[in-house]
């Protein structure tokens, strides 16, 4: 395994049932898709390469990237919720990379300052330890997974992420003091859209 290379894996594969028919992902921002800027942040960063999961409206988010150096993997069964995309996600990252930062891609405040802030504690803490952005001392998202951790994501089950993992492994969590509120703030209904 070589050290130190980090997947980004960006999860935009679901459909949020409060933004009714709206897929909020390709819902423009800046005068590009809400999910094209959080996959700019991840090619951005130090991470050695990016991989989109997609699922729901799969030809349009693929579309809405198109040009984009990225490798897409699609999800299917994402009608059954987040855990599906993460699993989808973390089951492409390649055997030669020691961790993943996941990234949700209705979180378009994300800055590349703080993906890459996660990534050199990673490598600070000799690729071991859960790396989870804080703000204000309250932590939020994208997290690095090393890949130890793996597995156990790949057994997730539900309309959840790993958040359960952070709990169970809190020892194992290193948390990275960032100066981005984005952190914080994903799109969940069209009210939420007004502050991006």
């Given at each position: ?6 997947s ?6 679901g459909?949020?049932k409060r ?8 819902t423009?921002?800046n ?9 700019e ?13 997609t ?5 349009l988010v693929?579309g809405a ?14 009608e059954?919720g ?13 055997e030669?990379?020691t961790?993943?930062v996941?990234?949700?891609?209705d ?11 996660l990534i ?24 690095l997974?090393?890949r130890e951790?793996?597995?156990e ?20 969590v290193?948390k990275?003091?960032?100066g981005?509120?984005?952190i914080?703030l ?9 502050s991006?």
């Amino acid at each position: 395994m070589v050290l130190g290379k980090v997947s980004a894996v960006v999860l935009a594969g679901g459909a949020s049932k409060r933004m009714g028919r709206t897929n909020k992902l390709l819902t423009q921002v800046n005068g590009a898709a809400l999910v094209y800027g959080v996959v700019e942040t991840a090619i951005g960063s130090q991470a050695a390469e990016v991989i989109v999961v997609t699922g729901y409206e799969s030809d349009l988010v693929r579309g809405a990237l198109s040009g984009l150096d990225v490798r897409f993997v699609d999800n299917p069964h994402y009608e059954d919720g987040l855990s599906t995309s993460l699993r989808a996600g973390i089951g492409a990252v390649g055997e030669g990379f020691t961790g993943a930062v996941v990234l949700l891609g209705d979180m378009p405040q994300v800055t590349v300052g703080t993906v890459d802030a996660l990534i050199e504690k990673f490598h600070a803490e000799k690729d071991q330890a859960i790396c989870q952005p804080s703000f204000d001392g309250r932590p939020g998202n994208p997290v690095l997974w090393p890949r130890e951790f793996f597995p156990e994501i790949l057994d997730i089950k539900g309309d959840i992420g790993a958040r359960q993992l952070i709990e169970r492994y809190s020892a194992r969590v290193s948390k990275v003091e960032v100066g981005d509120d984005g952190i914080h703030l994903d799109i969940d209904t069209p009210d939420d859209l007004k502050s991006v």
